[in-house]
């Protein structure tokens, strides 16, 4: 309504349509929230993904996104440890095995997911076999004092490392590194049973032992033989100027020599006859045309041989093939030896022997088959076939 002007009084209508327009609630437009994806990776801090038994990797998990994680590793699926870093022993038995690491938040958060897939590395683990061993003796039969090389060859895989070899011997000696060598003389025998050959069979074992404890064995036999040697026994003494074999020389010869023969056919007995430099022989009477008597060191020599081989009387009947003499006059090279009857023997008179007899004597040697003969013994003759015409003597 409006009052018109220079009128006190009047109305003058106007009329419209008038709109007021709002803009109705207000609308806020928001960004969406973008999550951060953890991935998770595995490291190898330490060895090789081909391993030998017993050997180890060492694993290290790490993850992005700047957050605290947890972690959890697994062994062909079965749980084996938690934290970021894993250690891995190879078992013996080899094969390929799945290492994995699985991994959570430290505390929720929505703003982080977890990778799709769990981290995974296989590791290869090289099959162990202990290492092995051959072993041969170059001689595989040895002569007391002998030695002989030993060979060895040690087979060993990827996973033996450092393979050494040691021997050792049931009896004897293993000298020599690279080449090592089996000495007999530590084997032992009855060395106070020299009459008979001995023979021992002794074992050698090497081992080959490997760094990671394992090792293989190996074994050898080898036959050691004592051979049988000749055997200085006693002597027989005589009184000056004679030939006669005395009660203890019988005694001696037929209660110890003799049977030692006759028990072992292939045995030979050596006789070596002496004379004390100064004695002479005793006169007999030969007839015109018969032969010179023999020296007195060969007299005394035969005439042992009939007590050993006569067959009749007392003496005995020891095979003359297994007899041998020698006679080398007032040569005393050789020490006397007093047969064990000296002093327990009565003898007839005439037939003791004194002080000096020791230089009046046979000298008795059992040589066993096979022995060697001793440079005292060169030179000794089958006997005589005129030893047989003594008879036993009186």
């Known amino acids: 309504m409006f009052i018109k002007e220079g009128s006190l ?28 994806t953890v991935v998770t990776t595995i490291n190898t801090t330490a060895g090789s993904t081909e391993l030998c038994a017993g050997e180890t990797i060492t694993l290290h998990a790490s993850s992005t996104g ?13 749980s084996a440890g938690t934290g970021a870093d894993f250690t891995y022993t190879a078992p ?15 505390a929720p958060d929505a703003n982080f997911l977890i990778g799709p897939a769990p981290a995974v590395v296989t590791v290869t683990a090289k099959a162990y076999t202990n290492p092995s061993l051959t072993l041969s003796a170059e001689k595989s039969t040895l002569m007391y004092g002998e030695s002989t090389p030993l060979h060895t060859e040690a087979t060993k895989g990827a996973c033996n490392g450092t393979v050494t070899v040691s021997c050792t011997a049931t009896e004897g000696a ?50 050691v033989t004592l051979k049988a ?30 049977p030692a ?14 004379v004390d430099g100064v004695e002479k022989a005793p006169r007999v009477r030969t007839r015109r045309g018969a032969p010179a008597a023999e020296p007195i060191d060969q007299q005394r020599a035969d005439n042992v041989a009939a007590v050993l081989s006569a067959a ?37 008179r005439g037939a003791a022997t004194k002080g000096d007899a020791k230089d009046r004597r046979v000298e008795v040697y059992l040589v066993p088959s096979g022995a060697d003969m001793p440079p005292a013994l060169a030179g000794a003759v089958d006997l005589p076939a005129s030893v047989k015409a003594l008879g036993c003597p009186k």
């Open 9 to 36: 009084v009047g109305l003058q209508l106007s009329s419209g349509i008038s709109y007021i327009f709002s803009p109705g609630p207000e609308v806020v437009e928001q960004e969406e929230v973008k999550k951060t």
């Open 66 to 78: 700047g957050r605290d994680m947890l972690y959890r590793w697994l062994v062909d699926g079965t």
């Open 92 to 106: 013996k038995e080899g094969g390929s095995h799945s290492i994995t690491v699985e991994t959570a938040l430290g």
């Open 174 to 223: 293993i000298t020599g590194t690279d080449t090592k060598v089996f000495d007999s003389n530590g084997v032992s025998f009855d060395m106070s049973n020299r009459g008979k050959e001995q023979s021992k069979q002794v074992t050698i074992t090497c081992t080959a032992n490997d760094d990671k404890g394992g090792s293989g064995t190996a074994t050898t036999p080898i036959t």
């Open 229 to 258: 040697s000749a055997q200085r026994k006693y002597d027989v003494l005589f009184p000056s100027g004679s030939s006669r074999v005395n009660n203890c020389g019988k005694r001696a010869l037929i209660d110890e020599i003799a």
């Open 261 to 274: 023969l006759e028990a072992d056919p292939s045995m030979t007995v050596v006789l070596v006859g002496h």
């Open 312 to 348: 009749t009387g007392i003496c005995r009947r020891v095979n003359p093939n297994q007899i041998k003499v020698k006679w080398i006059g007032s040569d005393q090279a050789n020490e006397y030896r007093t047969p064990s009857c000296a002093d327990s023997v009565k003898e007839r």
